[in-house]
C-alpha cells in the first residue's frame, strides 16, 4: 500500500527519525515507524513524498497492522 507523508516526527533525544505520519488512500492517519535503515533516519523522506510499506490486515479503526516501511516511490 501507499501513503503520503504528512508529518516527519524527529526523536528530541538522538536527533534521527522516530516515526513518519502516513495518510494512505483510505484516509485513516497512522505514524509508521519501522522498517528504516539507520541511513534513512538520518536522511528521512519528505513531507509530501509518497512511500510504499506493507501490512497484515487492518485494526478495527482501520490502520494497517504491523505497517513496515519499504521505499519511496519515484515517480
Known amino acids: ?6 508529518k516527519i516526527n524527529i526523536s528530541e533525544k538522538t536527533k534521527v527519525l522516530k ?3 502516513i495518510k494512505p488512500e483510505n ?6 515507524g ?13 513531507t509530501g513524498d509518497i512511500v510504499t510499506f506493507k501490512y497484515f490486515g487492518f485494526t478495527k479503526n482501520g490502520k494497517p497492522k504491523f505497517a513496515s ?6 515517480d
Open 19 to 21: 516515526s513518519l505520519q
Open 27 to 32: 484516509g485513516t492517519i497512522f505514524n509508521l
Open 1 to 6: 500500500m501507499e501513503g503520503e507523508v504528512i
Open 34 to 46: 519501522t522498517g528504516f535503515t539507520n541511513k534513512q533516519r538520518k536522511n528521512p523522506p519528505k
Open 69 to 74: 516501511f519499504l521505499h519511496i516511490r519515484k
